[in-house]
């Protein structure tokens, strides 16, 4: 069984990227030039603040294959991909970084994979992280495994947002319009026959990464809230746990009264109690709050994204008529 494609889109988010996109780009003309199908390159400027735009507009306005999404401001990578996307008309869509950090030319052998059949989506899988730190390869290693026993959901490791999957798994992905949009969860969730491309992922070419430490944490959290209530499951019990303990202890003090009489000791033992819970009960309180924001965050129904422009493709399909982050109705 072999799968023939008729129009492959690729699907770039672009933030702050005036250094690489050039060299990005050329790489990935070139290995779309020897896979010699049908294609189309769509960039999505994620509101970049140097000449990224300029650049990309320029790419578009001299070929024909060439389209950009220009977003109003800055959404995050997760609501440039799902813009991207959106715009994508390809059968089959391939999601790759600007930074050269995912190798452009490895989309030959993810097509390779696909076209030999059987697989709904390829996803690149990491085997070394050349150039990142310890402390970076470390949380991410422990988050996948904290994730994974949480979640229940078998998100692969080592695996970022560079992939190829077919329409149906592109259109099953667009359904989920939720908010705080964990990608590599998402990308496992809606399940279809996935299946792992093993390569080495190079250091970034040039410019920065734009993640950090405390972005990390907070993609921790989003990853963990927004796919599993277990925290909230986790505090009942610790309640369920230090009741039971503190009317263990209460029977204790009533039989040592009854038995021994009062002496009226056990004021740092009183405050200890005191604090443990009190904080016990901020902590749980923070973990509510926590799910309580992203409630009201998914409640606003906001769309995901704003277009300030599109420059189409000319030689395909014209570009659907999505303005905004809301899909039209069918
Ligand atoms: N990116 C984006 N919007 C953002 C941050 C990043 O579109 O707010 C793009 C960025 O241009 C790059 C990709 O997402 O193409 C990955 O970003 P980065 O290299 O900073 O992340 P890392 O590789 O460190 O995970
Ligand atoms: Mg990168």
């Known amino acids: ?35 010699s199908c049908e294609h189309e390159l769509i960039y999505v400027n994620d509101g970049s603040r140097d000449r990224t735009p300029d650049i990309l507009r320029g790419f578009a306005q001299q070929n024909a294959n060439i389209a950009l999404v220009d977003l109003s401001r800055n959404f995050g990578k997760e609501a440039a ?25 490895l989309i030959r052998e993810m097509v390779r994979m696909y076209a030999a059949g059987g ?14 730190t ?9 988050f996948y495994r904290f994730i994974g026993r949480l979640t229940g959901i078998d998100i692969p490791r080592d695996t970022g947002d560079f992939r ?26 809606i399940g279809f026959r996935q299946a792992a491309m093993p ?21 921790s959290l989003e990853g963990i809230t927004s796919f599993t209530t277990a925290p909230l499951k986790i505090a009942a019990y610790v309640g369920l746990f230090t009741s039971v303990v503190a009317a263990l202890y209460g029977i204790g003090i009533v039989l040592g009264t ?9 004021y740092p033992s009183l405050l200890v109690v005191v604090l443990f819970l ?44 999505r303005t905004d982050g809301v899909v039209a109705p069918e």
């Not at 310890?134 to 949380?139: E, T």
């Not at 009854?258 to 056990?266: K, W």
Request: glycine share 8%.
């Open 164 to 189: 190829l999957m077919n329409r149906r798994s592109v259109d099953a992905l667009l359904q989920l319009r939720e908010r705080h949009r964990f990608m590599k969860g998402l990308f496992a969730w």
């Open 1 to 35: 069984m072999t799968e023939q494609i008729r129009l492959l889109s690729i699907v770039v988010p672009a933030f702050d990227e005036e250094d690489v996109i050039g060299e990005f780009n050329r790489r990935i003309l070139d290995t779309l030039r020897e896979l």
């Open 81 to 105: 991909m799902t813009a991207g996307l959106d715009h994508a008309s390809g059968d089959v869509v391939v999601i790759i970084d600007a930074d050269l950090q995912d190798p452009p030319e």
């Open 199 to 219: 390569y080495d992922r190079d250091p970034r070419f040039a410019g920065k990464s734009k993640f950090n430490y405390w972005r990390l944490w907070n993609f």
């Open 278 to 321: 009190g904080g016990l009960q901020l902590l749980t309180l923070g973990i509510i709050g926590e799910y309580l924001g992203r409630t009201f965050n998914e409640a606003k129904q906001r769309p995901l994204y704003f277009v300030r422009e599109i420059v189409p493709c000319r030689d395909q399909n014209p570009v659907p008529a």
């Open 119 to 132: 697989h709904d989506v390829i996803y690149a899988q990491r085997t070394s992280r050349s150039g990142e």
């Open 134 to 142: 310890f402390v970076k390869k470390a949380s991410a290693h422990l």
């Open 258 to 266: 009854l038995l021994f009489g009062n002496p009226v000791a056990g």
